[in-house]
């Protein structure tokens, strides 16, 4: 199906310079979509995919213990794609307080990403509509009010002009909307999301949401994470994921220059099909993923339980720093004993015992405050996750 421009360019004069902005068409899309078989076909899978994951939450005896570490997993992956070094293993460090191996600022801005989540899933599930008044919270939990972020109006849609790539707007690879088009872009979209002017499919209205949102782009930082952090949000808003156990990000991540492409595809060109078919296999692959994870973890534990049920008399408290270790595969004595609830001393001979039997590893090399790691499970946690220029 041909179709043109998805919007209007507008001219902007400013003291330096004139440029144009792109102003994306309401949505939904016009001419609709064109559902060919296999389009069609591809997102039935997709659905199918989700709702086998989302069936792990029943499933599996430790969904909650797997859900701190997917969510993690989603924060440092999403950040990555703009540009954070910060791993899965030093935001687990920085959360215990302890130096990660990038500077604390990246890490510090993952770990906003994780509250930043989780404050908007709190929100839904109490029933908060998602509005442009969640997405301004949302965006203010995630820049915080200290650090590198504060500068750049925390939960304020911006009040000046914002390009990507490029030194200027003039020279820039794209330009957003100018801001006195924004409250207009923004009201439609907030329509969308509510099924106005037609109700749209959940997992349709994630895909075309998430173009939209990237498009208008409102705030002057944080637009591709509060973007990713949308579709999180608006599939769990629309019941197909209960837990945000789906970490798209990993197949955005692993296909940036794709996603990029696609993106302004569709503005310049109207190929929302094709932007559907590649948010359709996000789906499948990172379900799929995450599922075929959860289930490897859980092997992983179960196994290490029968080795640990052989202990003895030790098994008890061994059982018990394990159970804490799936939770938090990164760990130092201390935080395993405010986890169990159970004495310091206790606490050491039992990882004395799961050094012993192989089951975690020692990462400090130093006398106090140690930090030991559940090894096989963040082996499993890890994949993917190798930042840029790193052997994966």
């Not at 490029?166 to 872009?185: I, T």
């Not at 106090?368 to 790691?373: D, L, S, Y």
Request: charged share 20%.
């Amino acid at each position: 199906m041909k179709r043109s421009l998805q919007g209007r360019y507008v001219k902007v004069a400013t003291a330096g310079e004139s440029f144009k902005a792109f102003v994306p068409a309401p949505l939904p899309p016009r001419p609709a979509i064109d559902w060919t078989p296999a389009l069609r076909t591809r997102f039935d899978a997709a659905l199918v995919a989700l709702g086998r994951l989302d069936a792990v939450t029943d499933l599996l005896p430790n969904a909650a213990l797997l859900l701190y570490s997917y969510v993690r997993k989603e924060a440092v992956l999403s950040s990555m794609i703009e540009g954070t070094q910060s791993s899965l293993a030093d935001l687990l460090l920085f959360e215990l307080d302890e130096q990660p191996g990038v500077s604390v600022e990246d890490a510090r801005e993952v770990s906003r990403y994780v509250a930043a989540l989780e404050h908007g899933l709190s929100r839904v599930r109490g029933g908060f509509p998602l509005s442009l008044r969640l997405i301004r919270e949302v965006h203010q939990v995630l820049m915080g009010r200290t650090g590198r972020g504060a500068r750049l109006a925390p939960g304020e849609f911006r009040s000046s002009q914002v390009w990507i790539g490029g030194s200027r707007p003039g020279n820039a690879v794209f330009v957003p909307p100018p801001v006195h088009e924004l409250d207009e872009c923004l009201a439609l979209f907030e329509r969308f999301l509510h099924d106005q002017p037609e109700p749209t499919s959940p997992l349709i209205k994630a895909a075309l949401a998430h173009v939209q949102f990237e498009t208008i782009h409102p705030f002057l930082d944080g637009n591709g994470r509060v973007g990713r952090l949308l579709i999180a949000l608006q599939l769990a808003v629309d019941g197909l994921m209960r837990e945000p156990m789906l970490y798209l990000s990993l197949h955005f991540k692993e296909h940036r220059s794709t996603y990029y492409e696609l993106l302004n595809a569709v503005r310049q060109s109207g190929e929302w099909e094709a932007w559907l078919e590649f948010f359709a296999d996000a789906v499948i692959a990172s379900a799929t993923q995450a599922a075929t994870s959860a289930k490897r973890l859980l092997d992983i534990a179960s196994a290490d339980g029968v080795r640990i049920a052989a202990l003895g008399r030790a098994a008890g408290s061994a059982m018990a720093v394990h159970q804490a270790l799936q939770r938090h595969p990164i760990a130092t004595a201390a935080s395993l004993v405010t986890a169990t609830g159970i004495t310091a001393a206790t606490v050491n001979k039992a990882l004395v015992q799961l050094e012993r039997i192989g089951i975690v590893a020692e990462l400090t090399q130093r006398q106090r405050g140690r930090v030991f790691c559940y090894e096989r499970y963040t082996e499993v946690l890890n994949e993917g996750m190798s930042l840029p220029g790193q052997a994966r």
